[in-house]
């Protein structure tokens, strides 16, 4: 195939994306299917460390004292669901007395 060939090839096949990503209704059912698809994200400590306001040794005395759940994959590597993580913390949470 002569490089003339691919070359129109591939702008054929751009301009065939560009149409559809211009059309609102492509672009929404796109948005769903992502939003359908897409897995359920597992964060590591440095991440839910972050999320949390604390260091990685914060997290990890959490995890000694089974605060928080923990998914381990192996003895070092640990994953959290971070819905998970909100409803363990939510237990600790101390509401003020009404006056």
């Not at 769903?32 to 897409?38: P, S, W």
């Not at 669901?81 to 363990?88: I, L, P, Q, T």
Request: proline residues 2%; contains cysteine.
């Amino acid at each position: 195939m002569s490089r003339n060939k691919r070359t129109k090839k591939s702008s054929d096949n751009l301009s065939a994306i560009h149409q559809l990503l211009s059309n609102d209704e492509f672009a929404k059912r796109l948005k769903l299917a992502q939003q359908t698809i897409q897995p359920q994200h597992l964060l590591n400590k440095r991440e839910v460390a972050a999320r949390l306001g604390l260091t990685v040794r914060g997290v990890e005395c959490l995890l000694a004292r089974r605060v928080i759940p923990v998914i381990r994959l192996s003895r070092r590597c640990v994953k959290f669901n971070w819905d998970r993580v909100k409803e363990a913390l939510a237990r600790y949470e101390v509401r003020e007395i009404g006056k």
